[in-house]
């Protein structure tokens, strides 16, 4: 609604309150909306009218519920208050009563009021009284309540609050009663009745721990918060109040340790409770609970988790108490606490748990291990007797290298299960005849070729070669060749030579044989053998020895297996015998089964020893050697010469041509420096072999460059030769270049001609080759001293038709043939009608004469006729005037010939088109035309023109 009818209703109300028209005003207010409701309720409380319906209307619609009701208090209408209140909106209660109680109504008024009021918001009622101290007012009424069976949260909370102002039995309802709010209870009571608050939040439990844990700290009741927690049980709880930033833990901990634990109703309580402080590390405290739990009293006493726990936290910060602890209980986890008094270092406990327990095994364990006491293992043993306890005792003599005292010990216990470790600390510590006595013993328990094998080698070790012999002559399982290459390694060869002998490895056997010195009989052991292997060691013995003959003849053997000649030679050289080495290689090159490792590692060798003979070596047996290895081995000996031969045949032109330059003066050969410079494939080696040659051997670089002529990039080639002015020194080779017919080649060569004073070279150079600058070197000789250098520019200018300049330079050395035979060629009247006219100017007759005749097609007649009369020189005109009428006549006739024979063809094109002409007409009379007939002009104009045909239609082509 507008402002307009805002004001227009309220006029309207404002004039039936006046009229005390009531009813009318109460359904205005009911019915329209478009009023201000503020400005209505103002006017009219002013009005104070009989009857407040119309107020209570607008004003409970409108919330404005205190004005009312202070309204209808103080012009008594009580009676509408209670009827408001009870059939209109209940739920204005707290307001109405609030209003009231600001107005400082009578107690017994409200409470009258409050007893027909059933249905409102507790919550709101009751913060309406609280706020204003009058809360004890409620209380008949939320007693009603309660006893009615209403069990909301805010009426026994109210009720909690006035039972604790009061003091009346608050305890036993905090304690009994499940309605109420505990955190808001215990807010409430924090102040007033600390212990109550700890009820209330107690009463909550779990959900005000917080709560409960600052007003008991707050208050120093930590008895009270310890039995709480005992009975909580919540670890997160303990871990809390137990954080080292908790100041009060302290006072907690002695309650707990005084009161609350020695309290506790159920093993569950004091299990929690132990584990809280377990976890919070705090051992002292944890010993003296546990202390007092499981050694004073007696329903704890036999837990073994609580009695493992006590000695548990002893071994981590009392160990002073452990061994009292671990004397006086009976009942806990004896292994897990040994194995803790183990890791926190106290062995002696350990030793205690074990043998409390007749754990005789771990026991033992904990003196050799950890208290490392040998003597009193050994007593420890001699008490038991018992094989476990001895095979235990005999591993820690071993962990001590005491091996004699170990084997003892492994005997009287009958256990050979650590034959393994007892043959290598035996065997390092050289106990060889202990170690015979355990191995009997153990062959008797096991099976074991490691057992036999070490009874072989020990029985060799004491140099016992006739039990040896005896044991191998009996059933056995060892590794006889295992222990036999042992033995070789170690060169006990007697007991070696038996060992091969019997298992019939004649390799190692003859090997044997070697280091013992009886050759003879090796090299029949090898040939037996026949392995390559057993003749390399024959061989290396021999070599050893120098025993050069019996090497040779194991060496033979040897270098037809291309995969041992390296592993030979390396022998041969280690020593220094290689001219033995060299005779035993080129014994192997008539072998029927050598290979080309042999020629190779041959030609190495003599590179390396005996350089002269290799070239020869080469060029015999190039096709059998592996050419890159050779190679190698002759730059490494800066055999240069040989190197190239090599790389010729290896198809490496370009290595070849490099040694040859960079070491020319072993490396160099014409004849085989120009071979591989034809077949190279680096095209720069060309230019440097040029500037090689320049510098060491010039007078052979013409046979050079004729040589690779068709490979040279010419323009290059000229470009250094002249950078280093060597031109005139390769003149044979330009002119035999030039046919290539290129610029630089040209120039080049021209120049050479021009300094030599050779003009017939260069006049043939500039009339068969044309590739060079023509103009430019015409102009340079031009001007030469000598007439044929003048000739040649003239030449020149006329191969490039430049005749008027040819024409001027042959006047000037008076060279008129040229002159004539230029402007001939020129095919130009005006050149040769000037040349004529210079011929009349220095009144040359016979050049005239000449200048008509070759130029006769050029000159016009009647400039010969002019000059001629002019210059009385008719009588050499006449010969030109003669054959001018000649043909001038011949060329009339020809013409004349020519126009009959056009005349002739007009006449009859004519007669043709006239007869034409009078077909037309007939068939026009006959046969009157379809269409008019074409206009003659058009026709022409268009360049067609229809005939009829027979029947008098046009015809299909154009006429």
Not at 319 to 341: F, G, I, T
Not at 654 to 677: G, K, L, R
Request: proline share 3%.
């Amino acid at each position: 609604a507008t402002q307009d009818d805002k004001d227009i209703v309220f006029k309207y109300i404002e004039a039936a309150a006046k009229l005390n028209k009531l009813p009318e005003v109460e359904r205005i207010i009911r019915e329209s909306k478009s009023y201000d409701p503020a400005k209505v309720k103002d006017f009219l409380i002013e009005m104070k009218l009989s009857d407040p319906r119309a107020l209570i209307h607008l004003c409970d619609t409108n919330g404005y519920i205190a004005e009312l009701t202070k309204y209808l208090y103080k012009n008594g209408f009580w009676k509408h208050i209670e009827i408001y209140l009870v059939k209109v909106n209940p739920q204005a209660a707290p307001e109405v009563m609030g209003a009231l109680l600001d107005m400082e109504c009578e107690e017994s008024a409200i409470k009258g009021l409050l007893i027909n009021v059933r249905a409102c918001a507790i919550d709101h009622l009751v913060e309406a009284f609280e706020k204003r101290h009058r809360i004890q007012m409620l209380q008949p009424w939320l007693e009603a309540r309660a006893n009615e069976g209403n069990q909301q949260t805010e009426l026994h909370t109210a009720l909690a609050k006035i039972y604790v102002d009061t003091n009346r039995d608050a305890d036993s309802f905090l304690v009994n009663n499940q309605f109420y709010d505990p955190k808001i209870v215990g807010k409430y009571c924090e102040e007033r009745e600390p212990l109550k608050a700890y009820l209330a939040y107690k009463k909550g439990w779990g959900k005000c721990d917080q709560e409960l844990i600052e007003v008991t700290n707050k208050n120093m009741l930590h008895k009270l918060q310890a039995s709480y927690l005992v009975e909580r049980q919540d670890p997160e709880l303990w871990k809390l109040v137990l954080s080292a930033d908790n100041q009060h833990m302290k006072r907690l901990v002695e309650q707990v340790v005084q009161t609350a634990l020695p309290e506790a109703k159920t093993p569950e309580e004091v299990s929690i409770t132990v584990k809280a402080f377990a976890d919070a590390e705090l051992h002292h405290e944890l010993i003296e609970i546990l202390d007092k739990i499981v050694l004073h009293r007696s329903e704890y006493s036999q837990f073994s988790n609580l009695q493992s726990l006590l000695i548990l936290t002893a071994i981590k910060t009392e160990p002073s108490r452990v061994m009292d602890y671990v004397n006086r209980l009976e009942n806990y986890n004896a292994p897990k606490l040994a194995q803790k008094a183990l890791e926190h270092n106290l062995n002696e406990e350990a030793l205690a748990i074990y043998t409390k327990f007749g754990n005789n095994e771990e026991a033992m364990d904990v003196l050799l291990n950890k208290i490392h006491d040998l003597s009193r293992a050994a007593v420890f043993a001699e008490k038991l007797n018992q094989p476990l306890i001895w095979s235990k005792l005999g591993q820690g003599y071993l962990i001590g290298e005491n091996v004699e005292e170990a084997i003892k010990c492994f005997i009287k216990g009958n256990d050979p299960k650590s034959f393994m470790l007892v043959i290598g600390s035996a065997e390092r510590q050289g106990k060889f005849d202990q170690l015979i006595d355990y191995l009997l013993m153990a062959r008797q328990k096991i099976k074991d070729s490691q057992i036999d094998g070490a009874l072989i080698y020990a029985y060799a070790k004491c140099q016992k070669l006739s039990d040896l012999e005896s044991f191998l002559a009996q059933a056995n399982s060892a590794n006889v060749e295992q222990v036999g290459d042992r033995c070789y390694d170690e060169k006990l060869y007697e007991a070696g030579r038996i060992l091969f002998n019997q298992i019939g490895k004649l390799g190692k056997f003859a090997s044997c044989l070697v280091n013992l010195g009886q050759f003879q009989e090796a090299i029949k052991a090898a040939k037996k053998a026949e392995s390559t292997k057993t003749w390399e060691e024959v061989n290396l013995a021999c070599v050893k020895a120098k025993e050069f003959q019996l090497a040779a003849t194991a060496g033979l053997k040897i270098i037809v297996h291309p995969d041992r000649l390296e592993f030979l030679i390396g022998t041969y050289e280690k020593y220094g015998f290689w001219e033995e080495l060299i005779k035993l290689l080129d014994s192997g090159l008539a072998l029927e089964q050598a290979h080309n490792g042999i020629f190779t590692e041959l030609g190495i060798l003599l590179a390396k020893y005996v350089p002269t003979r290799l070239m020869d070596h080469l060029r015999h047996y190039f096709q059998r050697l592996h050419i890159t290895k050779v190679l190698k081995a002759c730059e490494e000996c800066l055999l240069w010469k040989e190197a190239v031969f090599l790389h010729y045949h290896y198809g490496q032109f370009d290595s070849a041509i490099t040694i040859m330059i960079e070491h020319s003066p072993t490396a160099f050969e014409h004849d085989i420096f120009v071979q591989n410079i034809q077949k190279v494939t680096n095209s720069e080696l060309y230019y440097k072999a040029i500037n090689f040659y320049l510098a060491e051997q010039p007078l052979l670089l013409n046979e050079l460059l004729t040589s690779i002529a068709n490979k040279l990039d010419l323009a290059k080639t000229v470009g250094v030769l002249k950078n280093t002015g060597a031109l005139a020194l390769v003149q044979s080779f330009l002119k035999s270049a030039q046919s290539y017919n290129v610029q630089a080649v040209n120039d080049a060569l021209n120049e050479l001609y021009l300094e030599s004073e050779d003009f017939e070279n260069l006049r043939t150079s500039v009339t068969e080759f044309d590739k060079f600058d023509q103009l430019g070197f015409a102009k340079k000789l031009e001007k030469h001293e000598l007439l044929e250098f003048r000739r040649i520019a003239a030449l020149i200018y006329k191969k490039n038709k430049k005749y008027p300049e040819s024409i001027a330079l042959s006047k000037q050395d008076e060279q008129f043939k040229d002159a004539i035979e230029t402007a001939m060629e020129s095919k130009s009247g005006e050149v040769a009608e000037g040349l004529l006219r210079f011929f009349v100017s220095i009144q040359n007759k016979q050049c005239f004469a000449a200048c008509l005749y070759t130029c006769y097609e050029l000159i016009e007649p009647d400039v010969v006729i002019e000059l001629a009369w002019r210059n009385n020189l008719l009588e050499f005109a006449f010969p030109f005037l003669i054959q001018s009428l000649r043909e001038i006549k011949s060329e009339v006739a020809s013409l004349r010939k020519k126009t009959e024979e056009l005349q002739k063809k007009e006449e009859k094109k004519s007669k043709e088109q006239q007869a034409h002409m009078e077909v037309n007409d007939f068939i026009g009379q006959q046969y009157p035309p379809l269409m008019p007939p074409p206009d003659p002009m058009m026709a022409s104009m268009s360049g067609m023109y229809f005939q009829p045909n027979v029947y008098g239609f046009p015809p299909n082509k154009q006429g």
